[in-house]
Structures are given as C-alpha cells and as structure tokens.
C-alpha cells in the first residue's frame, strides 16, 4: 500500500498567486530542482467565459497535461480543496503554468515540493 502525505515526513507548504489578464500560458509556480511541485488545493475565478487547464513545464517546449480543460460554470470559480496527498504534481525539476483561454482568471494555491 502506498503512504500518503500524513505518512511522510513534513513539508513546508507554499503558496503562489494565479494572475492572467487574458489567454495564455502562465508561469504560477517556478522550477525546483529535483523536486515536484504537489498542489494541495486551489481556487481561480473567471471574468467570464473562460477555461483553464494545468500543465507541468520543462522550460523549454514540452508541456505535460496534469488536467484537463475545466470551464469554470455558474459563479464563475473552479477549486479544489485542500487534499494532504494532492490534486496533482508536476514532473521533476519543472514548472507548473495554467493555461487560461478566454478572459481574465485570478486565484491563489499552496502546494509543496516533493
């Protein structure tokens, strides 16, 4: 059976701002060195139609899909709570970006680097 994050030893939970003014790809969090970025939960709310999509970021021309598109509906958020074991994590040593397509999108998140 595998150990989830309450079995593990602790990590230092951080946190980062989500901000995009219009479509695009986003930088939320920065590479780590031999790490993995692991989202523990997220909130982001929409101006409008739009649609995000995260994705791991290996700084050059390869990115990995860790969701897929999520249209935020009715009140215009998406989130996800906090979860000690994660949502999702980037592949080792690289960044994690949103992909927003349509309007603007702000939100926060904490994560930890694993």
């Not at 995000?52 to 935020?72: E, K, R």
């Not at 009715?74 to 927003?100: K, M, R, W």
Request: hydrophobic share 35%; aromatic share 8%.
């Amino acid at each position: 059976m595998n150990a989830g994050h309450n079995d593990l030893a602790p990590h230092e939970v951080k946190y980062a701002v989500i901000s995009s003014a219009a479509s695009g790809t986003r930088s939320v969090v920065a590479a780590v060195s031999g790490k993995r970025i692991r989202v523990l939960n997220y909130v982001v709310v929409a101006s409008g139609n739009t649609t995000i999509q995260w994705q791991s970021f290996d700084g050059g021309s390869t990115y990995t899909d860790l969701s897929g598109d999520m249209p935020p509906r009715n009140v215009d958020h998406c989130e996800a709570s906090y979860s000690p074991d994660g949502h999702f994590q980037t592949i080792s040593g690289e960044a994690l970006v949103v992909v927003v397509g349509g309007n603007a999108l702000e939100g926060h998140l904490s994560y930890i680097e694993v």
